[in-house]
């Protein structure tokens, strides 16, 4: 039925006559769009990404979310809140407070912000340490006044265990516990994953991966994301196309979600 060329390819134009004209009306993408952790802390508070190696501006992803909020007609919208309390154990302040493994990469006497150490305990766990941020009902803590929340859309908190991190929205980096993502986005019966948000080679990453092992269609949306180190960005990039995910712009996802 394919009008295919010398290489026995489809063309894209009439890929795309097939895709708007019968195969959507099978297929019937639902889409939903995860905005994650766009808080005042990773914008200009205690974990503020310009501060960070690639010295990016969180700030920067407001605008064009904002706009997609504006002009596209997802299915279904999720914000993410990184949510810790305290004594959390990603708190770099917090050290004192826990067991270093004998085995760990770096001393709790030599440990510095953004190391990783190994730390003792019910669960041996490698884990960055971050200044303290996003602590629970503080400013830090707050989505960014500029980005808007729209009508019927969906918080999820994260990182609320003081003893797991947890940069993915879907489980703890332990993948002890879920948030309640998968269950919302099964009661809609999402199909298409459209990420973005800070910080992008943390906690946008992490989702992504997670929602492209749980099967979902997952694109990431480039100009929306700002993060904390450039090949780690890249590392993330990569890893999301290895995945079969897809990277995407602004100006992209419109013509995609119908
Ligand atoms: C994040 C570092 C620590 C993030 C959260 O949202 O990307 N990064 N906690
Ligand atoms: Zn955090």
Redo the contacts with the bound molecule.
């Keep these: 039925i394919f009008d295919l060329d010398k290489d026995g390819k489809i063309s894209r134009d009439e890929f795309t006559y097939c895709w708007n004209n019968w195969i959507k009306t099978i297929v019937r993408p639902v889409s939903a769009f995860l905005v ?2 766009v808080q005042n802390d ?1 914008i200009s508070g205690s ?1 503020s990404i310009s501060q960070c190696a690639a010295q990016q501006n969180g700030l920067d992803v407001i605008q064009p979310i904002n706009r997609l909020l504006d002009t596209v007609n997802f299915d279904a919208v999720f914000y993410s809140l ?1 949510w810790h309390p305290s004594d959390h154990v ?1 708190f770099i302040d917090n050290l004192c407070y826990r067991k270093v493994h004998p085995s760990s990469a770096v001393t709790a006497e030599e440990a510095q912000t953004y190391d990783t150490v190994t730390f003792d305990g019910p669960h041996l766990m490698n884990q960055r340490l ?1 200044p303290r ?2 602590v629970q009902e503080s400013w830090g803590a707050e989505l960014h006044k500029d980005l808007k929340v729209v009508d019927n859309s969906t918080k999820i908190y994260k ?1 609320t265990n003081p003893d797991v ?1 947890s ?1 993915s929205v879907f489980w703890d980096n332990k993948k002890l516990t879920q948030t309640t993502l998968s269950d919302q986005l099964a009661q809609k019966g999402a199909t298409d994953i459209y990420v973005c948000g ?2 992008y080679d ?3 990453g992490a989702t992504a991966v997670d929602a492209l092992s749980i099967g979902y269609r997952t694109i990431l949306i480039d100009d929306c994301c700002r993060g904390v180190d450039l090949n780690d960005i890249e590392r993330t990039k990569k890893s999301v196309i290895k995945n079969h995910g897809v990277i995407v712009n602004t100006e992209e996802v419109k013509a995609m979600v119908e």
Excluded: E, K, T
């Design positions: 994650i952790d990773f974990l990184d990603s971050w941020h996003c990182g991190d940069y800070l910080a943390v906690c946008v």
